[in-house]
């Protein structure tokens, strides 16, 4: 089983939630929508990667033009 990140997307920031295989959460907080931020998101998501043996479910609702900078991040 995998962990799951998910994001509650908002105007330059996005709470951000990680969930464990028994759907535990194991971390909750915020990230604003900058290059420091996802430089730091990209570390999680590898080390969760690594932990797994394969890359966590991304589960965020597309809100227009707010969610464009995390869609563009997660698409490269």
């Known amino acids: 089983m995998k ?3 998910a994001f509650d997307v908002s105007m330059g920031k996005s709470t951000m939630v990680i969930y ?3 759907r535990q959460c194991e ?3 915020e990230i604003t929508h900058n ?3 996802f430089e730091k ?3 999680t ?3 969760l990667t690594q932990k797994d043996g394969q890359a966590p ?3 965020f609702e597309a809100t ?3 969610s464009k900078p995390l869609e563009r991040f997660l698409g490269d």
Request: proline share 0%; hydrophobic share 35%; net charge negative.
């Open 64 to 66: 227009g033009v707010y």
């Open 3 to 5: 962990h799951v990140v």
């Open 20 to 22: 464990d295989r028994y």
């Open 41 to 43: 998101l990209n570390e």
């Open 45 to 47: 998501l590898i080390t």
């Open 57 to 59: 479910d991304i589960v």
């Open 27 to 29: 971390y909750e907080g």
């Open 35 to 37: 290059r420091y931020s």
